[in-house]
């Protein structure tokens, strides 16, 4: 069935370093890409997304790519702070039925080292 | 501006008890979305509503779920005779009326525990 997954369940990174977490896609009809920030004991949060007419939008720190040829997504995240340690999720989201609806992926852990 | 209100926000029921969890959405918002999300797994959509109407249920199992979104109050989500597998925390998020982004305002969860 359609899916979006991850390829690394865990992501460790020195504090300033960059990150860059990476997605794959099976869904080619979405109509955008998203990306998920979630803190222990939280809710999912926001970060950025992405149309799925575009390849590349940056917001504050963090950049998204898109690569509709080999059907993968990567969030980059630059000088990684502490407070960037979460689980981050891609998900893709096509209006069906007139409503917009979000599909998640499993999730990448992302540890930063001071 | 609150954000999306969630409770409660740890439920712990019996095995054959009933569970109810609630959800107000952001002010303006008139969409209400259901995940489920078990341990070190993703989100798990489950149903979406708007006002008075159940738009997308696909994700919601057939026996013992329930979710509505009255006209006046939360939406709610029901699981009647709860079973362990049914532990899990469960996530609302609302969006406003023409929302088409994929961003969605999440609450902080419900999380229920199954003895």
């Known amino acids: 069935g359609e899916s979006v997954g991850l390829h690394l369940p865990t992501l460790s990174v020195q504090e300033g370093d960059n990150s860059i977490i990476n997605c794959a896609y099976s869904n080619s009809a979405s109509d955008y890409f998203i990306w998920y920030k979630q803190e222990s004991g939280k809710g999912p949060q926001f970060i950025i997304d992405i149309r799925s007419n575009m390849d590349k939008r940056q917001g504050q720190r963090v950049t998204v790519l898109l690569n509709k040829t080999v059907k993968h997504l990567s969030l980059q995240i630059a000088a990684t702070q502490p407070g960037d340690s979460a689980v981050y999720f891609c998900a893709e989201m096509r209006v069906s039925g007139g409503y917009q609806k979000v599909t998640f992926g499993t999730g990448t852990k992302l540890q930063v080292i001071p | ?115």
């Open chain 2, 1 to 115: 501006n609150a954000g999306v209100m969630q409770n409660p926000r740890h439920l712990v029921r019996r095995r054959g008890q009933e569970a109810r969890l609630r959800c107000s959405p952001m002010k303006g918002h008139s969409h209400v979305y259901w995940y489920r999300q078990l341990p070190e797994e993703g989100l798990k959509f489950m149903v979406y509503l708007q006002k008075e109407n159940i738009i997308d249920e696909s994700g919601m199992p057939k026996e013992r779920f329930s979710a509505e979104f009255p006209k006046e109050g939360p939406s709610i989500l029901r699981i009647q005779q709860v079973v362990r597998g049914d532990s899990a925390a469960y996530f609302c998020a609302s969006s406003p009326p023409g929302g088409n982004t994929g961003e969605l305002f999440f609450g902080e969860g419900s999380r229920l525990t199954v003895l």
